[in-house]
């Protein structure tokens, strides 16, 4: 099992939007975003939806691979469309339905009282992950999804500060990058 923090730090960025679906719509993409992909096949699948959902590694299959790209696809388009106000495609909305009502990921408390999901798979971690977008988009904090406003920076978060003007994916890199670019623009 991958944790989050032992991910080089160009990778750990994919995974700091505030929601695991978001992250999921992080993994690469199509056109523009098809140079970023990291799932090329079921192990990748696995793997990432493991670091997302923070559970060890997932068995997975070919199958899994269209339901994956498919949801991806409608969590992307969907959340760039919130932040620009725009309501869902129905196609994507029937997507996201569809993908959460198989039975999602299985909460079990251990002995020494910690969670595990005994015999998990990649069909009920997307499902999970469709559930997780339902409750984003269906709630108020869905008017705080942003894309990074760094000009070279295409990242989704959710804006949760209290004032909700948070501008940049991490104020580490995005924000201080075009506060440095401002200082020279303007030295
Ligand atoms: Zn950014």
Sequence with gaps: MQDRKSLPPAVRRRFQTGRPCLDLAHTGGE???????????????GHWLGVILDIPEIATDPADLPTFRTLRAALDRTARGAAES????????????????????????TPDASLTYPAPTAQA?????????????????ATRIRVCASDNCALLFVDASRPGRRRWCSMDRCGNLTKVRKYRTTD
Excluded: G, K, M, Q
């Excluded at 997307?126 to 984003?136: G, K, M, Y």
């Design 125 to 141: 971690a997307l499902s999970t992950l469709a559930r997780d977008a339902i409750d984003l988009f269906a709630s108020p904090l």
């Design 31 to 45: 056109d523009e975003f098809a140079v970023w992909e990291i799932v090329h096949t079921p192990a990748d699948l």
């Design 86 to 109: 725009n309501p869902p495609h129905p196609t994507d909305i029937d997507t996201i339905n569809t993908i959460a009502r198989t039975p999602p990921l299985i909460p079990h408390l």
